[in-house]
């Protein structure tokens, strides 16, 4: 009580005077709660002939002593330092106390984490007079960081592989006893008692080398076979897989194919050319990238272009964010070491309103514009494993500040021998990122479509365009339909059954990219699963703003399967096609008063490319369903594995050792049945005689 009056009280005299000039010599500021080991603080006026001094007030008794000009520049374990100056001096108050916690058996430190409390007082006095005076309140930590000096008993890491790191995992609080941790070193045998019969079991209780099932002298199988004894591992309880290895020998790396394909280290031929997926490298040995659009669904500047991955994108920028691709002198990598120029074609956009999504109330004559890149198309020819051309076409246009600008840039792979863009890349089978082929069999022009949304601008349904689905791209777009409160609901679902069955203008889908027109054969007719029938009940909505079943979800399934390869190159078949449809409860969203106002109903349409084996998998035989001890699977001892260490899957050590000792125990067991024979003892026992 007396520690808050004080403070208050300190407030208020630190509060210049009402009437107190602006020329008057102050402290600024004129009160510091001070948190650290030294604070500064300002003399506003002239300092010539002007004495400073610091003083302790007594805040145990609750009363702050009157100021005088008795002080010093030192005060207990407080310094005064004043550099002087023309009309300002810098007052610097520093604390020479060690604020180091207390060690066991350390004096000359702070007994307790709130070191110092304590409050001084600066005089400013010229004479006997005070002219100002500057109150702090110091409020210090001790500092937790050790500063003394280091033991040279360092604490020796044991390895891991014989000892375990953590011998009591479940002490969780240092200096104190866990509850339940009966290893704790902290826990007094008082209070074992107490929860001696509740320990925690296992690793995290202590036990951590526990032996295993397969050692010789390990009792905790309940049910031990017959050949345990000639199978099981005589080795010390020290000697356990769940620390380490049994021992170190070599050991080869098994060849798993990486995630990751490394860029090349110095200049010079590919390995073996390009393959499907490879990213095209540069003649300084660097990715070749182009704008595509992230999973996310925002486009990234710097991404690597696949080989034989075509990809049409579009990607939103300003002239503030506009930023160069990559230049296109750039040389190619062909795949045989030799570098390839680009082929540059430069246009000049005509009409700009199909890539200018949205403009703001600016004048272009007022605004800045710059010409910048409004399409990019690339056309990579190769043959086998490498690149023979590239041709690039660029269209260029100005875009001004204030306009959105949407960007295309399409990278198509052709390859050299074809012809015709159907017969891409020399296999019949799709590749990741074409188009899906599609065919109306009920009209004249068989030619269909199969496309998903592209929205633009608000985002509205009657703004947005098509994009044709993509083979191997699993997609979601959707758009956003306008909905009055009085809408009709049977009208509802119409319309918006009518704006998902617009982008499916197509009775079939080709199963192959070259698929001909034709050959019924080489097309599959899409399944459709309408959201109503006769067997369904569908409520007309006896609410206002409110319908429910309405199809605002379109699922597009595609399966497919690799039904072989072309130079290398899976051959892909589409096997068949399903749409379906998900109904939502659509309810009119309005705010604290429901007006006749315009509402936004979203409806989407989603693609997921399912992958089937080619052939069916051979189904289980009645030995197998029923005999589940030879099911490599479901047991932990594997008979048909018995001779695994000397197959090539087994990498625990080199072939040629595995191969060596393998031949030698066959050698010794031949060797074994030879001499338990009756003939042979014959044999030797003539022989001797």
């Known amino acids: 009580m007396a520690a808050a009056f004080l403070r208050a009280l300190l407030l208020l005299l630190a509060a210049p005077c009402p009437g107190q000039r602006a020329r008057h010599p102050v402290f600024q500021p004129s009160f510091i709660h001070m948190s650290g080991p030294s604070v500064n603080s300002f003399f506003l006026g002239e300092s010539s002939g002007i004495n400073f001094s610091i003083s302790s007030v007594d805040e145990e008794a609750g009363k702050l002593q009157l100021a005088n000009c008795n002080g010093g520049e030192r005060a207990g374990d407080w310094n005064l330092n004043v550099t002087s100056g023309t009309s300002t001096s810098k007052v610097t108050i520093s604390s020479t106390r060690n604020l180091q916690l207390c060690l066991p058996n350390a004096t000359d430190c702070c007994t307790t984490p709130l070191c110092v409390v304590e409050t001084l007082q600066v005089s400013a006095c010229r004479g006997s007079v005070i002219v100002a005076h500057l109150l702090i309140q110091a409020e210090i930590y001790a500092n937790s960081s050790f500063a003394g000096n280091v033991s040279e008993n360092a604490t020796i890491i044991p390895n891991q592989v014989f000892q375990p790191l953590g011998s009591c ?59 345990f004894p000639f199978l099981c591992v005589q080795s010390s309880i020290d000697n356990t897989p769940f620390l380490g290895y049994f021992y170190h020998g070599s050991t080869s790396t098994p060849r798993v194919p990486s995630f990751k394909i490394p860029l090349q280290t110095s200049p010079g031929k590919l390995f073996t050319g390009y393959t499907q997926g490879d990213p095209i490298i540069t003649e300084e040995n660097e990715y070749f990238t182009i704008p595509q659009q992230s999973m996310a669904g925002q486009c990234v500047g710097n991404a690597p272009v696949a080989y034989l991955q075509n990809f049409d994108v579009r990607c939103l920028t300003t002239l503030a964010s506009y930023k160069e691709g990559l230049p296109h002198g750039v040389r190619i990598n062909s795949g045989t070491g030799d570098f ?58 100005s875009l001004c500040a204030g306009e959105i600008l949407t960007q295309r840039f399409t990278v198509e792979f052709l390859g050299l021998e074809s012809s015709d863009a159907t017969e891409l890349f020399g296999n019949p089978g799709y590749q990741v990122g074409r188009p899906v082929r599609a065919a109306n069999m009920n009209s004249s022009d068989t030619f269909g479509s199969l496309n998903i949304w592209q929205p633009a601008g608000r985002g509205l349904c009657t703004s947005a365009t098509y994009t044709p689905v993509l083979f191997g791209l699993d997609s979601l777009s959707g758009c956003l339909l306008e909905v009055g409160i009085n809408e009709d609901c049977s009208l509802l679902r119409g319309k918006v059954t009518e704006e998902l069955n617009s982008l499916i203008q197509a009775t079939h889908v080709g199963k192959r990219d070259n698929s001909s027109y034709s050959d019924l054969n080489d097309w599959v007719e899409i399944i459709r699963l309408d959201p109503f029938n006769s067997d369904t009940n569908v409520s007309t909505g006896s609410l206002k703003g409110i319908c429910p079943d309405i199809p605002a979800n379109l699922n597009i399934h595609i399966i497919f399967a690799e039904v072989g390869a072309v130079q290398g190159i899976p051959r892909q078949e589409i096997l068949a096609v399903q749409i379906s449809y998900s109904t939502v409860i659509w309810q009119f969203q309005c705010g604290l008063i429901c007006e006749n106002s315009i509402s936004f109903l979203p409806i989407t349409a989603s693609v997921q490319f399912i992958k089937v084996p080619a052939q069916p998998p051979i189904p289980m035989t009645r030995y197998q369903i029923n005999y589940t001890e030879f099911d490599c699977n479901r047991n932990d001892v594997c008979w048909p594995q018995l001779f695994y260490p000397l197959t090539r899957f087994y990498t625990g050590e080199p072939y040629h050792h595995c191969l060596a000792k393998g031949l030698s125990l066959a050698f010794l067991l031949v060797l074994a049945a030879i001499m338990s024979n009756p003939w042979f003892s014959k044999f030797w026992n003539s022989s001797l005689g």
Not at 196 to 225: A, H, I, K
Not at 365 to 386: G, M, P, R
Request: glycine share 6%.
């Open 169 to 227: 995992p479940c002490d969780l609080t240092a200096g104190a006893c866990d509850v339940r941790c009966c290893c704790d070193p902290e826990c007094t045998p008082d209070l074992k008692e107490l929860f001696n019969g509740s320990c925690f079991t296992g690793v995290f209780g202590g036990d951590v080398n526990p032996p295993f099932d397969q050692l010789c002298s390990s009792q905790s199988m309940e049910y031990t076979p017959d050949w």
């Open 340 to 397: 390839i120029q680009q082929n540059v074609i430069s246009r000049t956009i005509t009409d700009r309103g199909k890539f200018i999504t949205q403009s703001e109330s600016l004048h272009t004559a007022e605004a800045l514009c710059q010409n910048v890149t409004f399409v990019e198309h690339y056309t990579f020819i190769w043959k086998d494993e490498n690149i023979e051309q590239i041709n690039v076409t660029v269209f260029l246009g």
